[in-house]
């Protein structure tokens, strides 16, 4: 199973989630499971925030040559299983590639509904959903800009969500996916990407570069 997680900058939430899955991964000899993340305002080509990569390392994962990336269509594409960190994340990642509302949950959402009717794939997390409905208090919220504790206090509730959903699903399944339509004409050519805006370097670049990535609506990158 391929897990894409989903958050805004991907510097913090969604890195946490990733890395927590690699450790799974590595210490139950899960070589079929394998994850990355992106971030729908990604700060691209920033390492993960210290304070969430000290988390990282509290967690028992490792941090070590993690660079932010923009949410692609081709990411969800290839995921069996997308988590994203809000409601508002996840409804936009489904916007990003139509037709992939089954396997696109936010990590709360999913990890309740799988211990609560004990489903094992995601294609019976889908169902599930439509009988179990909404939840409450779906989101994991951004620490970016807050303490140390408040840091602390995401990757414990991250890494709560995340270990019993992983437990409770089988791991070697996947959504079927269908084969895509064959082409009656010739696409029509794909506008040119966004540009990648390159900022001078700020006291706290961080939150510079989240203000300028909201804003813009571009990747954003650090320079000095």
């Not at 949950?105 to 169902?127: K, N, P, Q, Y």
């Not at 409905?133 to 995340?162: C, H, K, M, W, Y």
């Not at 989240?210 to 000095?224: F, K, T």
Request: aromatic share 4%; charged share 25%; hydrophobic share 40%.
């Amino acid at each position: 199973m391929h897990v894409l997680f989903v958050c805004s900058g991907n510097v913090c939430r969604s890195p946490i989630a990733e890395r927590l899955t690699h450790a799974y991964a590595l210490a139950r000899d899960l070589p079929h499971l394998t994850a990355e993340s992106a971030g729908v305002r990604a700060l691209v080509g920033f390492p993960i925030e210290p304070v969430a990569a000290r988390v990282i390392e509290g967690l028992g994962a490792s941090a070590d040559g993690f660079r932010a990336r923009r949410l692609r269509p081709e990411m969800i594409k290839h995921a069996d299983l997308v988590l994203a960190m809000t409601e508002q994340i996840r409804d936009r990642s489904m916007e990003l590639l139509l037709g992939t509302s089954h396997c696109t949950f936010t990590l709360r959402e999913a990890r309740r509904i799988a211990t609560d009717t004990g489903v094992r794939t995601v294609a019976e997390l889908a169902v599930a959903r439509r009988e179990y409905g909404a939840i409450d208090d779906a989101n994991i919220s951004d620490p970016v800009g807050l303490g140390e504790a408040a840091f602390t206090q995401v990757g414990d509730r991250i890494a709560a969500e995340l270990i019993p959903l992983l437990d409770a699903l089988d791991l070697g399944s996947g959504t079927k996916r269908q084969p895509e339509p064959e082409l009656e004409h010739e696409p029509e050519p794909e506008p040119p990407p966004s540009p990648v805006v390159h900022l001078p370097l700020s006291p706290r670049p961080l939150i510079a570069a989240r203000a300028a990535s909201s804003i813009l609506d571009y990747p954003v990158s650090w320079s000095r």
